[in-house]
């Protein structure tokens, strides 16, 4: 017998009845982007490793650690299961020209890939959605973002997400902060982890959003990028949280607040819950004016934000949201051999009126055949048994009504009675 194969650690198969609860999620999240114009875009699970590299930043933790990259065995070059799909979307915008006629309001969902330990809320293969407003420099379109994320969580039944924004300013403000963070830890460079003393040169901004207990006290006393901004990063956040505030919604500014990737300035922002451990950030974003350029387009300001699925639907399950699942109209019982043919051919008519129907496949008993229509959760059983085969009829039998469940024979032909009777 050959070894039983399982699936790869940190990669998760989603089975049914769970995958009803994911469609059922990915159905809101349509509904949103349809209610707020934006598109959605698909792009590749594969994308060039310098992609990523130039994108995220060579020195951060996804780059350095996390990416499953690989040589290609045809032609030698280095590919990459995207862990993000930000600096994807911005690929295909600037391939395609995307911004020749103004700016684009995208939207997508879809797999990414980290090598990292797999624990609660996070996974070698997870899932996000994500929405990228491109070519829209205000902080009108911060704002919106968040608002939507807002708005998404009303729409799942989520409660107690708190809102934290800082503002990480421009080039310049941040080669300023930097000078002097770098100063300051130099300076308590006893203090600092193995961690820390390898960003401190390459990267001091990460050293503000360490997890390390022991190093909360220092980092707290750092310098603040905030301090730094000058008057038009300044307007700009000032400009989003006066928007946030007229919309009714409260936010913490966070000065640790700096993000994992590289490519963003001015606003980011995270949605945060206390019921899902140490992997409390639900949804994360901000804006990256720069990515455009730097992947080779011309110049342009965007800002997005990306959910995990898997994280979300946690908090789904804990806030003992029922969500409304999929259920078929009818189940076909075929209680008579030669029936099953009109029950085949009936199913069918009803189908294609927009009805979803189950007809049961293999052998078994009237009352094993009942105990499977009852367990598929339809509202109704369709019986075809010798007595109906000979009067041309379907005994329709209620499964869901209270009480006494009803039962009456319908004509097969014409389908016009038996439709009546499954909308009734």
Request: with cysteine; proline share 5%.
């Amino acid at each position: 017998m050959n070894a039983k194969l399982s699936a790869v650690k940190g990669m998760n198969d989603i089975l049914p009845p769970d995958s009803a609860r994911w469609e059922w999620f990915e159905s809101r999240v349509r509904e949103l982007m349809r209610a707020y114009g934006y598109r959605n875009i698909r792009t590749p699970i594969v994308e060039p490793t310098a992609l990523f590299v130039r994108g995220i930043g060579e020195v951060t933790d996804i780059v350095e650690k996390e990416m499953y990259s690989f040589t290609d065995s045809l032609n030698g070059e280095q590919l990459t299961l995207r862990p993000e799909n930000t600096a994807a979307i911005v690929r295909a915008a600037v391939e395609h020209n995307l911004l020749y006629d103004g700016g684009k309001r995208l939207w997508y969902t879809g797999p990414m890939f980290r090598h990292e330990r797999p624990q609660r809320g996070r996974y070698r293969q997870f899932h996000q959605v994500g929405a990228e407003a491109l070519g829209f420099g205000g902080p009108d379109v911060d704002a919106e973002l968040i608002l939507m994320a807002r708005r998404l969580w009303t729409m799942l039944g989520l409660h107690g997400l708190r809102l934290e924004i800082n503002c990480l300013g421009q080039a310049d403000e941040r080669a300023r902060h930097r000078s002097k963070l770098i100063a300051y830890f130099e300076s308590h460079q006893q203090r600092l982890d193995e961690d820390a003393r390898r960003r401190l040169y390459s990267n001091p901004l990460r050293i503000l959003d360490t997890k390390n207990p022991a190093m909360q006290e220092l980092v707290e006393g750092a310098p603040r990028l905030l301090d730094e901004l000058g008057d038009e990063s300044r307007a700009h956040f000032d400009g989003l949280q006066q928007l946030l505030s007229a919309a009714g919604q409260d936010f913490v500014i966070n000065p640790r607040l700096v993000r994992g990737l590289d490519y963003y300035n001015l606003s980011v922002f995270e949605w945060v819950s206390e019921q899902l451990g140490a992997q409390g950030t639900v949804c994360a974003g901000g804006r990256y004016d720069t990515l455009i350029e730097q992947i080779g387009g011309k110049p342009a300001p965007a800002c997005g934000w990306a959910l995990g699925v898997e994280r979300v639907l946690d908090l789904v399950a804990q806030a003992q949201v029922a969500p409304v699942l999929p259920v078929p109209d009818a189940y076909v019982v075929v209680a008579h051999a030669p029936a099953l043919s009109r029950a085949l051919q009936t199913a069918e008519e009803l189908r294609a009126a927009g009805l979803a129907v189950i007809v049961h496949a293999g052998a078994g008993s009237m009352k094993s055949q009942m105990k499977k229509a009852d367990a598929s959760a339809a509202r109704y059983a369709l019986i075809f048994g010798e007595q109906e085969w000979l009067s041309g009829e379907v005994s329709v039998k209620s499964l869901r009504a209270g009480g006494e469940q009803q039962q009456r024979s319908v004509p097969v032909q014409p389908a016009t009675a038996l439709l009546e009777c499954l909308r009734s």
